[in-house]
């Protein structure tokens, strides 16, 4: 199996600041790897797939690059609405594997 | 609009059975596959396989194999996933989502309670 570690596990910062997260595989995927938001008690949100492609409706302040083992997700100009739980996925390959999460937080 | 509507929460005990179901609507359902999460109280997210609405083939996550079984109905354009012989770490909301590679829309999510 694809082993997706995402770091840091936790971040805090303050609105209008620009966050980055960083996702590794354990074996290169190319570009097949997806991000998500999600907000307690809620259900996952797409926000970005290979690697970079916006999904429709996510506004662009949100980014990712990265191809091959090494991926990033950027948020720019953080807002209250952004605090959540990031999650990437992998879907090079099955089982589909996800990253164990970056929660965001207020500063 | 593409909506995914899941079933409502069950509670169920030790060994015994549960199927949720996923109704689709807003698109051609047997043009997507059908891809089922679960997430534990306070964990992260666990792919638990896939199938596809157009043929019925499935990919199942190994540690379910033998105990999970994912169906649809093209008819009613509805998902099933159907697990058996519960265990307390079953104990977990589950998720459908559109999609055989990235997934786009999800369902809302049905929190399966397993206890005696």
């Known amino acids: 199996d694809i082993q997706m570690t995402q770091s840091p596990s936790s971040l805090s910062a303050s609105v209008g600041d620009r966050v980055t997260i960083t996702c590794r595989a354990s074996?290169?995927?190319?570009?097949?790897l997806a991000w998500f938001q999600q907000k307690p008690g809620k259900a996952p949100k797409s926000l970005i797939y290979a690697a970079s492609s916006l999904q429709s409706g996510v506004p662009s302040k949100f980014s990712g690059s990265g191809s091959g083992t090494d991926f990033t997700l950027t948020i720019s100009s953080l807002q209250p609405e952004d605090f959540a739980t990031y999650y990437c996925q992998q879907y090079n390959s099955y089982p589909r594997t996800f990253g164990q999460g970056t929660k965001l937080e207020i500063k | 609009q593409v909506q995914l509507v899941q079933s409502g929460a069950e509670v169920k005990k030790p060994g015994a059975s549960v199927k949720v179901s996923c109704k689709a609507s807003?698109?051609?359902?047997?043009?997507?596959?059908i891809s089922w999460v679960r997430q534990a109280p306070g964990q992260g997210l666990e792919w638990m396989g896939w199938?596809?609405?157009?043929?019925?083939?499935?990919n199942y996550a190994q540690k379910l194999q033998g105990r999970v079984m994912m169906t649809t109905d093209t008819s009613t354009s509805t998902a099933y996933m159907e697990l058996r012989s519960l265990r307390s770490d079953d104990t977990a909301v589950y998720y459908c989502?559109?999609?055989?590679?990235?997934?786009?829309?999800w369902g809302q999510g049905t929190l399966v309670t397993v206890s005696s």
């Open positions: 199938i596809s609405a157009d043929n019925g083939n499935t």
């Open positions: 807003g698109y051609i359902f047997t043009s997507y596959g």
């Open positions: 989502a559109r999609g055989t590679y990235s997934n786009d829309y």
């Open positions: 074996q290169g995927i190319s570009n097949h």
